[in-house]
């Protein structure tokens, strides 16, 4: 089985600052690799597919990077509808899919 | 633009059996670019991918819950559905159906799940 390790669990930054979320994958898993955005009581939306292509609607403000095991999600320019909870997913081991744990993202 | 919705009781007792359905709109369930499944999140905690089933009735599932899962589809309603066995406390969750697309027009999305129904509530207790 594909393990998917998110860090960090949690972060506190203010509006206008740039952060960035990693994903590392326990054996190589190429682009197969998805970000999600969760706010509460709500289902996940899908931000970033196949590691750097931004999903339709999606801020630019968001950009994925890397390939085989290790991924980042960074949003610069936090604006205050960013503060949420981030999920990295991967499917190369499709249709059986594997979740980070999530970084859940706060204001300071 | 195609849209799920589940359904099924929001309270199961232990020992019992979980049955959710979930019905798709706005598109057809035998396309041949998607699966369709269940990821369900416990409370405070994580996303848990279920299993997921292609159009044809073809079915993965997740190895830790496959000796309880089963998902079947209807393709004549539209509908697709899960059900669970033996359900304890630990199967309380938001269940979500979702669509993972291996490509929609142009654009190969790799199988992210880019279509989410709202999630239904289960709590299993007596």
């Known amino acids: 089985d594909i393990q998917m390790t998110q860090s960090p669990s949690s972060l506190s930054a203010s509006v206008g600052d740039s952060v960035t979320i990693t994903c590392r994958a326990s054996q190589t898993i190429a682009n197969y690799l998805h970000w999600y955005q969760q706010k509460p009581g709500k289902a996940p939306k899908l931000l970033i597919y196949?590691?750097?292509n931004l999903q339709s609607g999606v801020p630019s403000r968001f950009r994925g990077r890397g390939s085989g095991t290790d991924f980042t999600l960074t949003i610069s320019g936090l604006q205050p509808e960013d503060f949420a909870t981030y999920f990295c997913q991967q499917s190369y081991t499709n249709p059986a899919l594997t979740f980070g744990g999530g970084t859940k993202v706060e204001i300071k | 633009q195609l849209q799920l919705q589940e359904s099924g009781p929001g309270l199961v007792k232990p020992s019992e059996t979980l049955s959710l359905s979930c019905a798709v709109s706005?598109?057809?369930?035998?396309?041949?670019?998607?699966?369709w499944g269940w990821i369900r999140q416990s409370p405070g905690k994580g996303l848990e991918w279920i299993g997921s089933?292609?159009?044809?009735?073809?079915?993965s599932y997740n190895p830790s819950l496959q000796s309880r899962v089963t998902i079947s589809v209807d393709r004549t309603t539209n509908h697709f559905s899960l059900k669970l066995t033996s359900v304890t406390a630990a199967d309380t969750a938001v269940y979500f159906c979702?669509?993972?697309?291996?490509?929609?027009?142009?654009?190969?999305?790799?199988?992210?799940?880019?279509?989410w129904g709202p999630g239904t509530t289960v709590t299993v207790s007596s």
């Open positions: 706005g598109g057809s369930i035998t396309s041949s670019s998607y699966y």
């Open positions: 196949a590691a750097s």
């Open positions: 089933i292609y159009y044809t009735g073809t079915t």
């Open positions: 979702a669509r993972p697309t291996s490509a929609s027009g142009p654009i190969n999305y790799f199988y992210a799940v880019d279509v």
